[in-house]
């Protein structure tokens, strides 16, 4: 089993790495699992310059030439994702969120399908819920198995019970993770993922002009992988997209 | 605004602005922004600027559902402004721009800035890449208005508002939260030292008597955060102890 950990702490080994650490050691007392640690402050992945050239074009279109193609096959390649963030200011860290920026066309283009991934956050004790809503758009279409928060305050903490919780909460996560790992099959799709799923590939096909990478992306897909689609699902499908595309062509 | 009235604008751009990028060693919280490794930066300058306007812009375009990393940088350079507040006399507007992508509390973050500045307005322009109809460019013109607007007339008002009882509660929690944490925070409880409000102002006697009764049960409620009294045995949170 093979595990990448996104490291989104400028400081690199902070407290967030232990945590990420000690995660990789309850996961390797339940089996052989190597970790691969990509530290964003040292990784070389460029400021995003927000000029939009990797939704419509393609992410080959970027200016920045730089390992963010590296990085993504790494990623592709694994069995589990771990995205760890220092919380500051009620969000995930400015690295992190560049990160996230710079893997944006993965929500309009999904891939990370075959990743389970487990979300890492870090703080002294407050942001929890702004920074998951952050965290949560990093990789486009990679199913979040655990999301994992961690208390890591600068100074040290008077309740014990606080200290064996958190403890705890590493090890279920870390079980929960490995558990994920172990089932490879993709899941079935669900009526609001098919929906969604068509919703895109009829919004991207008329206007295949403006957004022809996304248009390629998704010509002649039943799903964005292989998948069984119930008649049930195609009816519901059939009704209701005519209704959406009303809606945006005349309403919005 | 400049319909309105005589205004001048300066424009900040973080592109271009001599800012570095936040390295996580937390010395600005715990010890002063003048122990920020990334002192001889143009930050401070950039901030005395912010603090000598009548009201701020703060506007990014929403990337992934969230300002931009570029944006985030800011905010997390201002991160002790969270810990000592301090942009009371500033009115702000909220600025957030996308191709109609938004996200949950995505102006929640940018309000983070400006800590202390009190939030006029928040708006929101659909700016995708390709043409608007006419309706939706109506729309935009409308709204831009309505902030500029709002923003006109909340920066005429210059006087400091009296804290309402849930403001109140918050200071004296930040204060009493700061005051003990004097030997990991020693920048923080300086500045709550002696203050009896983030500026010179009434407190009513309601809000006294409220938050004298709240504040005790607020800190049984969030013991768990607080730091160990000195003297008693430290036990360090973090796993590899």
């Known amino acids: 089993m093979k595990i990448v950990a996104i490291m989104g702490s400028p400081k690199g080994k902070g407290s967030g790495y232990t945590v990420v650490r000690e995660i990789e050691r309850h996961m390797n007392d339940l089996g052989e699992v190597e970790f691969e640690y990509i530290f964003l402050k040292d990784a070389n992945l460029g400021m995003c310059k927000g000029c939009f050239s990797c939704v419509p074009q393609g992410e080959d279109r970027c200016p920045l030439q730089d390992d963010r193609a590296t990085i993504e096959e790494k990623m592709l390649r694994a069995d589990g994702l771990i995205l760890s963030s220092p919380i500051y200011v009620y969000n995930v860290s400015w690295l992190m969120k560049n990160f996230i920026d710079r893997f944006m066309y993965t929500h309009h283009r999904p891939r990370f399908f075959r990743q389970k991934t487990m979300l890492v956050l870090n703080s002294n004790g407050v942001g929890w819920k702004q920074a998951f809503v952050a965290l949560r758009q990093a990789l486009g279409g990679a199913s979040i198995v655990h999301e994992l928060s961690v208390s890591t305050p600068a100074y040290p903490v008077k309740n014990e019970r606080a200290v064996r919780r958190s403890k705890k909460a590493i090890q279920i996560g870390a079980e929960k993770l490995y558990k994920a790992c172990l089932n490879r099959r993709l899941p079935q799709p669900g009526i609001k993922d098919y929906l969604i799923f068509r919703v895109f590939q009829g919004g991207f096909t008329e206007a295949k002009e403006l957004v022809p990478a996304c248009y390629q992306y998704y010509r002649g897909k039943t799903y964005y992988y292989e998948a069984k689609i119930g008649p049930v699902k195609k009816l519901i499908a059939a009704i209701a997209l005519p209704l959406v595309g009303f809606v945006a062509k005349h309403l919005l | ?241």
């Open chain 2, 1 to 241: 605004m400049k319909g309105i009235g005589e205004v001048e604008f300066e424009y900040i751009f973080l592109k271009d602005a001599n800012i570095g990028m936040c390295t996580g060693c937390m010395s600005c919280m715990a010890h002063g922004e003048d122990t920020c490794p990334l002192k001889d930066d143009d930050l401070a300058q950039i901030r005395e600027k912010m603090l000598g306007a009548h009201g701020l812009i703060l506007s990014s375009p929403i990337h992934a559902r969230g300002v931009t990393g570029l944006m985030k940088n800011f905010i997390d350079r201002l991160a002790y402004t969270i810990g000592r507040p301090m942009f009371f006399h500033q009115k702000a507007l909220l600025v957030l721009n996308s191709g109609g992508g938004r996200g949950k509390g995505d102006f929640a973050a940018l309000g983070f800035a400006v800590n202390g500045a009190r939030i006029v307005h928040r708006l929101y322009v659909l700016t995708p890449w390709y043409p608007l109809r006419e309706k939706a460019l109506r729309r935009n013109d409308k709204a831009i208005r309505l902030g500029a607007e709002k923003l006109f007339r909340t920066c005429l008002d210059t006087n400091l508002p009296a804290p309402g009882i849930l403001d109140y509660l918050m200071f004296r929690f930040s204060k009493a939260y700061n005051m003990r944490e004097s030997v990991h925070l020693p920048a923080c409880s300086e500045y709550y030292r002696g203050k009896e409000y983030y500026y010179e102002t009434g407190i009513s006697p309601i809000a006294r008597l409220s938050v004298g009764v709240l504040l005790p049960i607020f800190m049984m409620a969030v013991k768990d955060l607080l730091p160990a009294d000195e003297g008693e045995t430290h036990k360090a949170a973090r796993p590899d102890s």
